[in-house]
Nanobody, 121 residues
Framework: QLQASGGGLVQAGGSLRLSCAASGLLPSYSVGWFRQAPGKEREFVAAVRGGTSMKYYLPSLKGRFTIRRDNANTLYLQMNSLKPEDTAVYYC??????????????????WGQGTQVTVSS
């Protein structure tokens, strides 16, 4: 199970840190964050490849967002310089094996309930 938290309402330029508390994951599991804005498809944000320190980001977010994995079951997403277009429900996810198309939400079978992030202009 995964449970995301830390969302909220923030002004543009502000920061938020999302947390994901999981259970039953192994260090070899890959974990990540996706987001979904109203009327849009779920979009890849960032991921950590299981068993490694390799991190992957949506290119347009790199430099503003940072993913961190403290242990097998704790994941964070630090979001800085937030923009109104970052408004979405953010989900944490996990997968037992690394997928080449890690940015495809269909590759993940474990999802948290999501946490709402709203950035006002």
């Amino acid at each position: 199970q995964l449970q995301a938290s830390g969302g909220g309402l923030v002004q543009a330029g502000g920061s938020l840190r999302l947390s994901c508390a999981a259970s039953g994951l192994l260090p070899s599991y890959s974990v990540g964050w996706f987001r979904q804005a109203p009327g849009k498809e779920r979009e890849f944000v960032a991921a950590v490849r299981g068993g490694t320190s390799m991190k992957y980001y949506l290119p347009s977010l790199k430099g503003r967002f940072t993913i961190r994995r403290d242990n097998a079951n704790t994941l964070y997403l630090q979001m800085n310089s937030l923009k109104p277009e970052d408004t979405a429900v953010y989900y944490c996810t996990a997968r037992a094996a690394w997928a080449i198309d890690y940015y495809n939400p269909g590759q993940y079978n474990r999802w948290g309930q999501g946490t709402q992030v709203t950035v006002s202009s």
